[in-house]
T-cell receptor, first 112, second 115 residues
Framework: GESVGLHLPTLSVQEGDNSIINCAYS??????FIWYKQESGKGPQFIIDIRSNMDKRQGQRVTVLLNKTVKHLSLQIAATQPGDSAVYFCAEILGSGNQFYFGTGTSLTVIP | GAVVSQHPSRVICKSGTSVKIECRSL??????MFWYRQFPKQSLMLMATSNEGSKATYEQGVEKDKFLINHASLTLSTLTVTSAHPEDSSFYIC???????????FGPGTRLTVL
């Protein structure tokens, strides 16, 4: 079918290296942010979230950084593994939560 | 918890037929469900938002008569692609949120191919 919209930016990293995936959001009033991972042919899966009153949150091998001054969000993956190869989306959530805005997404490829 | 299922996972149909895709929240009550469309190597595109018992809110450019959405219960929403054409071939993903509305739980997606 006809394709519309932007194609995903790509990032390739060597296995074992750290990955940093960036996302710019648009609304300074957004108060909640989520990173999703989407493997090929599957729906997005929740990875980690962060509230606007925080600037950093750590999970298992993942860290999310929030810079509200420049409206920027990043996802850091430590010791990237082949299983991390996927598309990663950030989402900004406004107000009640029904206003979800997804970033373009980044396609991460891990080279063994 | 917070599992969302979609059925079917893959469907192939002839041009002109209608296809119904189901989205179910298995272990929570989904006050709001969302339908997305995704082309290969592209981002999610929100098609519509539906609240249980009310009409869906469609995004600009999405034909409501083409993509019929029904959210009859707190655990089920359906998307019917009417008179499907090859350009409707895509990956359709639903998501659901509960009363807290601070997270969307995604279904596994449905791959539609229209011949």
């Amino acid at each position: 079918g006809e394709s519309v919209g932007l194609h995903l930016p790509t990032l390739s990293v060597q296995e074992g290296d750290n990955s940093i995936i960036n996302c710019a959001y648009s609304n300074s009033a957004s108060d909640y942010f989520i990173w999703y991972k989407q493997e090929s042919g599957k729906g997005p899966q929740f990875i980690i979230d962060i509230r606007s009153n925080m600037d950093k949150r750590q999970g298992q091998r993942v860290t999310v950084l929030l810079n509200k001054t420049v409206k920027h969000l990043s996802l850091q993956i430590a010791a990237t593994q082949p299983g991390d190869s996927a598309v990663y989306f950030c989402a900004e959530i406004l107000g009640s939560g029904n206003q979800f805005y997804f970033g373009t997404g980044t396609s991460l490829t891990v080279i063994p | 918890g917070a599992v969302v299922s979609q059925h079917p996972s893959r469907v192939i149909c002839k041009s002109g037929t209608s296809v119904k895709i189901e989205c179910r929240s298995l272990d929570f009550q989904a006050t709001t469900m969302f339908w997305y469309r995704q082309f290969p190597k592209q981002s999610l595109m929100l098609m519509a938002t539906s609240n249980e018992g009310s009409k869906a809110t469609y995004e600009q450019g999405v034909e409501k008569d083409k993509f019929l959405i029904n959210h009859a219960s707190l655990t089920l929403s359906t998307l019917t692609v009417t008179s499907a054409h090859p350009e409707d071939s895509s990956f359709y993903i639903c998501s659901a949120s509960d009363a807290r509305e601070d997270e969307q739980f995604f279904g596994p997606g449905t791959r539609l191919t229209v011949l």
